[in-house]
């Protein structure tokens, strides 16, 4: 069974950075965009950044200029660099795989990111 999992994770201060780590196994990494997702507190779990098979990202505008997404198709990870952290990026970070055509896909259980004074 495919398994991603996250490290990264970890306690930061505003205007901070931290960059999260998630190793994919047992999937054809290549034939997989990845992507992070996270959850804050009360909220609902959102996208924050994909990456195509082929390296190209993506991010939503509450990210942009701050995150960089990469991926080592050799190596099967896929990482997130975050910078100038806010509060607000306080959530669990989960990482995700989703097959290019059949859209199956999977969750690593997540790495916790607090930004706090």
């Known amino acids: 069974q495919a398994q991603l999992v996250e490290s990264g994770g970890g306690l930061v201060q505003p205007g901070g950075s931290l960059r999260l780590s998630c190793t994919a196994s047992?999937?054809?990494?290549?034939?997989?965009?990845m992507a992070w997702y996270r959850q804050g507190p009360g909220n609902e779990r959102e996208l924050v950044a994909s990456?195509?098979?082929?390296?190209?990202?993506d991010y939503e505008d509450f990210v942009k200029g701050r995150f960089t997404i990469s991926r080592d198709n050799a190596r099967n990870t896929v990482d997130m660099q975050m910078s100038s952290l806010k509060p607000e990026d306080t959530a669990v970070y989960f990482c995700?795989?989703?097959?290019?055509?059949?859209?199956?896909?999977?969750w690593g259980k997540g790495t916790l990111v607090t930004v706090s004074q």
């Open positions: 995700n795989a989703k097959h290019r055509f059949l859209g199956v896909g999977y």
């Open positions: 047992r999937i054809l990494f290549n034939m997989y965009t």
């Open positions: 990456i195509t098979s082929g390296g190209t990202p």
